[in-house]
């Protein structure tokens, strides 16, 4: 009796054991509306103070903190620079640093946009740095649209720009790479360029150029904090050029690997 009582208990605990979780990315996403004349709020703030516009997306990786353990599971390691190296509840995970950012960053500047709360910094120290000639046409070709976008920009001469302000949501510590990149996409769409249509490609530029880089070191609070977020993003699976963001193996998996259990 005192067995078969031990037995009930058993199945009793077994049949009420959590499922193990698995991370599927998220693949709904919100409609875009794309108003040529979105809301612009202007301030002129100190960058450190930005935080009060809308949250920086750098403060995704460096400010918050974990609070509760995912499905993506927790940070281990940085793998040569570029992937976080995860255990969650399944076996481990292995999530691309910058693809990762990329599509966090992407779904917030889609999301402000939509929402008309694509406010812009005013930089306090204008930055400067040289450019190319067709760099400097573009600027005069397409003020319409980096004034929609945030961006304060003028020319100083025919080979140096100066930028006043900048979107909120951006940082300014590789803004040269940034507004370079952007350039070149307005530069990459010619003359029939319009900003309604052409939207998507031109924040995915943004996402991209204002991301965490290949070898950018990260803590492991921040590599938490990061996939925290990715948890919360919509189509997390891939990023926005449709590279795979992240990878799950199943502690099966890896005894097959190596043949345990055989």
Request: proline share 5%; aromatic share 4%; net charge negative.
């Given at each position: ?17 959590p ?29 450190e ?6 949250k ?8 918050e903190?974990v ?99 900048m ?33 998507d ?23 938490n ?9 919509d189509?997390?699976?891939?990023c ?13 998996q ?9």
């Amino acid at each position: 009796q005192v067995l078969g009582a031990a037995q009930v208990a058993v199945e009793q605990v077994v049949s009420v054991a959590p499922p193990v979780r698995v991370f599927e990315p998220l693949q709904q996403t919100m409609p875009l509306p794309i108003p040529i004349q979105a809301s612009v709020t202007r301030y002129s703030l100190p960058l450190e103070n930005s935080a009060l516009l809308v949250k920086p997306l750098s403060d995704v990786i460096v400010r918050e903190t974990v609070t509760e353990i995912g499905v993506l599971g927790v940070a281990i390691a940085e793998l040569h620079g570029i992937y976080i190296l995860a255990e969650n509840q399944a076996g481990i995970v292995l999530v691309d640093i910058h693809a990762a950012h990329e599509r966090i960053t992407y779904e917030r500047l889609k999301q402000a946009w939509a929402q008309k709360k694509w406010a812009v910094q005013t930089l306090m120290i204008p930055v400067t740095f040289p450019i190319t000639e067709q760099q400097a046409a573009t600027i005069e070709n397409e003020q319409a649209a980096l004034m929609a976008l945030g961006f304060d920009i003028r020319l100083l001469n025919a080979s140096t720009l100066r930028i006043d302000a900048m979107p909120a949501l951006l940082k300014p510590q590789q803004l040269e790479g940034l507004v370079s990149g952007l350039l070149e996409t307005l530069e990459s769409m010619g003359s029939a360029f319009q900003l309604e249509a052409q939207l998507d490609a031109v924040l995915g530029a943004l996402a991209c150029r204002s991301s965490v880089r290949a070898h950018q070191r990260l803590a492991i609070p921040e590599m938490n904090a990061l996939l925290r977020s990715l948890e919360q993003t919509d189509y997390s699976g891939q990023c926005v050029h449709g590279r795979p963001v992240c990878c799950q193996m199943t502690l099966s998996q890896l005894d097959a690997l190596f043949l345990r259990g055989r």
